[in-house]
C-alpha cells in the first residue's frame, strides 16, 4: 500500500425477500478473515427444525447463541447440532439446525470467523422466529358406570402473531382400535373436557385432541386405552402319572396392558385344550 493511501472497506448488505430482514457483514479484501455467506433470520414452524448457514475464509468458525460461544452443554439444551466447519486457515462452512421449540423463540444465533496472526474477527448474526401453537397438555381419560370422560389442559405456547384473545377451539377424535371405526368426531370451543356415553375401561379405542387458534393447528396429542384386545396364556402342567402328563394350555384375552381385569371377563372368549403325551405309542 503506497505512503497516504486509505485502507478500503465495503459494507454489504444482503436482503432477504423472504423474511424482510437484513443482515450486515463487513468484507475487506485485505483483511484475511471474511464471512461470503452470513446466517439469515428465519421463520419456522413450532417442533419443527431450521437451519442456518456460515461461510467465510479464515482460522477458526465458530456458533454464538445469545452472544456466547455455543458449548455442548447449550447445544443440548437447545436441541442444536452443527456440521464441522474444517480447519483454517482457508475456506471455512459449517451449517447449524436448531430445534423451534417454544423456549427457542426470539433466540440470537450469530457466526463468528477468526483470523492470526495477529488476532482479528468478523461476526454476523440471525434470529429464529417460531410461529404456531403447542399441542394440548395432560390429555386424561377417566372412566365411570355408564361413559367416559376426556379431559386435557391448553396449549402453553402461541405465537406472537396470534391475536390476543383469540379463542381456541378442540377437535376431539375417538376412533375404534380394532376397525378405526369413528365413535366420536366433534369441535368444541373454549372447555377442555368432554364425555362420551357408552365407552367402558373394557373397551380398545385411540383419543385425539388437537387445538385450533387464528390460523394454526396443534399438533395432536393421543393417548389409548387397549381393553380387551391383549392375549394372556396360562399352561398347566398334571403329573397325575409321570409318564403320562397332561399340558393344559388356556388363551385368556388380557385387559390393560397385561392386568386382568376381572370385572371384564364376562366380554372375554376363552379358548383351551388339552396336550396328552404318550411316552410308549412309538414303541
Not at 67 to 86: C, K, V
Not at 218 to 228: E, L
Not at 232 to 254: E, G, R
Request: one cysteine or more; hydrophobic letters at 40%; charged letters at 10%.
Amino acid at each position: 500500500m503506497a505512503k497516504g493511501e486509505s485502507r478500503s472497506k465495503v459494507i454489504i448488505i444482503i436482503h432477504s425477500v423472504v423474511n424482510r430482514s437484513i443482515v450486515q457483514t463487513d468484507f475487506n479484501p485485505t483483511k484475511a478473515e471474511v464471512i461470503t455467506v452470513p446466517p439469515v433470520s428465519i421463520v419456522a414452524s413450532i417442533y419443527t427444525l431450521a437451519t442456518l448457514t456460515c461461510e467465510g475464509t479464515g482460522n477458526q468458525l465458530n456458533w454464538l447463541v445469545r452472544g456466547g460461544l455455543l458449548s455442548p452443554a447449550i447445544a443440548q439444551q437447545r436441541g442444536i447440532t452443527y456440521t464441522d466447519p474444517g480447519i483454517g486457515p482457508g475456506n471455512l462452512s459449517s451449517v447449524l439446525t436448531i430445534s423451534a421449540v417454544p423456549n427457542n423463540d426470539g433466540i440470537s444465533i450469530g457466526c463468528q470467523i477468526i483470523s492470526y496472526q495477529p488476532f482479528q474477527q468478523v461476526f454476523s448474526g440471525a434470529t429464529l422466529t417460531i410461529r404456531g401453537v403447542a399441542s394440548v397438555e395432560n390429555l386424561i381419560m377417566k372412566f365411570n358406570s355408564t361413559s367416559l370422560l376426556i379431559t386435557w389442559s391448553p396449549p402453553v405456547y402461541f405465537s406472537n402473531d396470534v391475536p390476543l384473545g383469540s379463542p381456541v377451539s378442540y377437535q376431539v377424535l375417538v376412533t375404534d382400535d380394532e376397525d378405526g371405526a369413528i365413535i366420536l368426531d366433534t369441535i368444541i370451543i373454549s372447555n377442555t373436557n368432554i364425555a362420551v356415553p357408552n365407552l367402558t375401561d373394557c373397551d380398545s379405542f385411540n383419543i385425539s385432541v388437537t387445538a385450533l387458534i387464528a390460523q394454526y393447528t396443534s399438533i395432536t396429542n393421543t393417548i389409548s386405552n387397549n381393553g380387551s384386545n391383549g392375549y394372556a396364556v396360562d399352561i398347566k402342567i398334571t403329573n397325575d402319572n409321570f409318564l403320562t402328563p397332561n399340558v393344559t394350555i388356556k388363551v385368556v384375552k388380557q385387559l390393560y396392558l397385561n392386568l386382568i381385569m376381572f370385572h371384564c371377563l364376562s366380554s372375554v372368549k376363552l379358548s383351551s385344550f388339552t396336550i396328552q403325551h404318550f411316552p410308549n405309542y412309538y414303541q
